[in-house]
């Protein structure tokens, strides 16, 4: 039977900017797949039995996609988790208020999905290798009907600082001895439990509708070993994409040049890593080589605008890495300027936050309304390991789709219509305005209603959770963490020096 979904205008593919958006223009959706699109009166008498969904006060637009995630059902707000630089953010972070798996991802999902977002990647941190715990995370996210890339975000050194032997060295009796299981590891262990853990990941989910890949969880965080081996995995499974933490904050970068003499995205060059599968998380504090190096060998970012200035990172200069050819795609990481993980307003984020890009009021042209789509939706699907399948609606595409009210965006009062539709959708949308959302070819929302689950007993069931608080040994984890914060506050402080030459010229002291 299918769907014909119609509105005033429908972004087809956001590949070629103006030219992808259509006007007078239908859909037909059978099973998962966009089997049809033309005007919308042939399709109906092509397709007689259809259902119709939209209307002329609608724009009808692909999925959003939210690139680097860590599925936070709560955010680290909402959680009670202080923002602050992200060395002293790590080691607060164990405070926060904890979900169970399950109800944590169908949460995580609520949030995506009532704003627009029908695909995310979720990187779970923590050395997470119990597939039972997965399983339960996918199950979640699959009652509520969201598409989801999933990557164990596992470290084999460096748990607590970006140097732990030094920081064992310099810890009290009582703290060296509640550390040293964590810090201590055995390295060779933790290889073989993560390749057998990948392995049966990706033979129990990946598909085409679900995506097992790699997201080793930062640079500072693997040996030489565990990351080339992690490369030749990739290489053999059918080259799957590696995504890795790096550059994040200015004290990985002085880090990493002290201990490699180099930058941490070099040294990825030195052990084979940096070719087209490789997507860097953050990467505000890479410089004209690294994206050099970035264009050369057709690497991606997930950029993170909002979390960025959360958590005191900077501003990563996205704008020279889009311009030099480096995909860069969207990326909330649970920290979006609403707290909502709203994907329009990071949008939004990312094209005002890039606009001070040089002084020459001629040619300072800034990023466009359909740089900006492009990161949330091709961009993004690519480094999800979902690309050619989302990210457009084309024929043959996997049909997640958005219907968005366009009464407030172009009506409260008015808009000058002289506006493209994408500079006003950037300007002026907001998740609030998603009125229905098919992921796969199925409605998940209809008329801001969740069609699979109940928000009001999903809600009561998360506030009965917070009330139990966390488990005693996550307690003393935390309170531990907070015996030895100075202590790591020392061993990082001394990497939190050096002269900057800025991308971004905000302002002047002189």
């Known amino acids: 039977m299918g769907y014909i979904i119609k509105g005033r205008y429908v972004i087809s593919d956001p590949a070629i900017d103006a030219n992808g958006v259509l006007t007078n223009t239908a859909l037909y959706v059978s099973d998962d797949i966009i089997k049809d699109i033309g005007n919308y009166h042939v399709l109906k008498e092509k397709y007689p039995e259809a259902i119709v969904k939209g209307n002329d006060k609608q724009l009808v637009m692909p999925g959003l996609i939210n690139a680097h995630s860590h599925g936070a059902g709560l955010s680290p707000f909402q959680q009670g988790v202080p923002y602050d630089y992200l060395e002293n953010f790590l080691i607060d972070k ?26 995310l990647h ?88 679900r995506k097992i890949i790699f997201g080793p969880l930062w640079v500072q965080g693997c040996t030489e070993k565990f990351l080339i081996k992690i490369k030749e995995e990739s290489t053999k499974m059918g080259r799957i ?95 979006g300027i609403n707290d909502d993980e709203d994907p329009f307003m990071e949008m939004r984020m990312i094209y005002y936050l890039h606009r001070v890009v040089g002084s020459d009021l001629t ?46 965006i172009l009506e409260d009062p008015w808009v000058n219509p002289c506006w493209n539709i994408m500079d006003t959708i950037i300007h002026r949308a907001k998740g609030s305005d998603v009125h229905s959302v098919m992921v796969n070819g199925k409605f998940v929302v209809e008329d801001r209603k969740f069609c699979n689950i109940d ?42 020096t050096g002269d900057l030459i800025p991308f971004y010229k905000m302002n002047s002291k002189k």
């Open 241 to 335: 994409p590696i995504h890795i933490h790096t550059l994040q904050t200015l004290i990985q970068k002085n880090h990493g040049e002290t201990k490699y003499g180099k930058s941490l995205l070099f040294h990825l060059k030195d052990l084979g890593l940096v070719d087209d599968l490789l997507v860097l998380g953050h990467a505000v504090f890479i410089n004209a080589e690294d994206i050099e190096l970035l264009a050369d060998k057709n690497s991606s970012i997930t950029h993170h605008a909002s979390c960025n200035l959360a958590v005191r990172n900077g501003i990563a200069p996205v704008y020279f890495l889009q311009k030099a050819g480096v995909n860069v795609a969207l990326g909330i990481d649970d920290k």
């Open 122 to 209: 979720h990187n779970q941190s923590g050395n997470e290798m119990d597939t039972n715990n997965v399983r339960k995370i996918l199950n979640g996210y699959e009652k509520v009907g969201i598409r989801v890339a999933y990557s164990s975000g596992v470290r084999d050194l460096n748990m607590l600082t970006y140097d732990d032997e030094e920081l064992y060295r310099s810890l009290p009796p009582n703290q060296k001895k509640y550390f040293k299981p964590f810090i201590f590891k055995n390295k060779e262990l933790i290889h073989k439990q993560y390749f057998e853990h990948f392995h049966e990941l990706f033979n129990l989910f990946n598909n085409e509708n």
């Open 455 to 496: 928000i009001d007993s999903i809600y009561e069931e998360v506030k009965t959770q917070v009330k139990k608080g966390n488990s005693l040994n996550q307690i003393e984890y935390a309170e531990h963490l907070q015996q030895i914060k100075s202590y790591c506050q020392n061993l990082h402080n001394k990497y939190f």
């Open 94 to 119: 164990p405070k926060g208020t904890m979900l169970d798996y399950e109800l944590n991802a169908i949460l995580c999902a609520i949030r995506h999905l009532r704003n627009g977002c029908t695909t």
């Open 363 to 408: 040619s300072s042209e800034p990023l466009s309304s359909y740089d900006v789509f492009k990161m949330a939706t091709l961009n993004a699907a690519r480094v999800c390991n979902f690309n050619g399948l989302i990210g457009s609606l084309k024929i043959g595409m996997k049909a997640d789709i958005l219907l968005l009210d366009l009464n407030r």
